[in-house]
């Protein structure tokens, strides 16, 4: 079975440039959720999805941050304008909601660099 | 004070050793817990899940203490690809709440 699928891996650019990352969670999963990594801050949740609904975006950064998720099958995640400190690895990760915690499951990871 | 704290290491031991890794949590009200493990370069992957009563998978072996607010791993007969950083991890809050707080990770390289 196909894991949870994000595009693009690598993404390097100038600051001021829109960023969109994308991300196909495992078919019948529940929840979507976006992660930043860093060395100095670990990682942290930004936004997560419970079937397509934004539950909690208390943890985008600032404006410049927006997420969606139009269907169940994919998600979006963009900045703009971006800026030198958003350079991190963002992963996306999806979850069964099945009454317990599911175990998250992620993917691959966009590994971004802002200019 | 963090919510997820974990000894950074780098803990380096020799294959075969026995290594044990500690994590405290601030919130009470946590009622999940795990353990993560990240290679280098890589996504996070579930390694298990820490019960109340503890649990055993294999050479790893998990152990939760609510009144100490405290997690621990141990890995017994340690071996070269058990070389990664580990994450301490626990639910937000009861509920429906899906939230997960991590923690930054505890390095351990195995050497042959």
């Known amino acids: 079975d196909a894991g949870v699928i994000q595009s693009p891996r690598h993404e390097v650019t100038e600051m001021g440039q829109e960023v969109t990352l994308r991300c196909k969670p495992i078919s019948g999963h529940d929840y979507l959720f976006w992660y930043r990594q860093t060395m100095m801050r670990g990682l942290e949740l930004l936004i997560y999805?419970?079937?397509?609904?934004?539950?909690?975006d208390s943890g985008m950064p600032e404006d410049r941050f927006s997420a969606k998720m139009p269907n169940a099958s994919f998600s979006t995640l963009k900045i703009q304008p971006s800026e030198p400190r958003d350079s991190a690895v963002y992963f996306c990760a999806s979850s069964l909601n099945r009454g317990t915690y599911q175990p998250q499951h992620f993917g691959d990871g966009t590994r971004l660099s802002i200019l | 004070r963090k919510e997820v704290e974990q000894d950074p290491g780098p803990f380096n031991v020799p294959e075969g050793a026995t290594v044990a890794f500690n994590c405290t949590y601030s919130n009470s009200a946590s009622q999940s817990f795990f353990w993560y493990r990240q290679d280098c370069r890589k996504e996070p992957k579930l390694l298990m899940s820490v019960y109340s009563s503890g649990n055993e998978d294999g050479r790893f072996t998990a152990q939760l203490n609510r009144a100490s607010q405290y997690i621990s791993l141990l890995i017994r007969d340690s071996k070269l690809s058990d070389s990664a950083t580990y994450l301490c991890v626990v639910s937000d809050n009861a509920g429906n709440n899906r939230k997960l707080i991590w923690g930054l990770g505890t390095s351990l390289a195995v050497n042959p």
């Open positions: 999805f419970n079937n397509n609904v934004p539950i909690d």
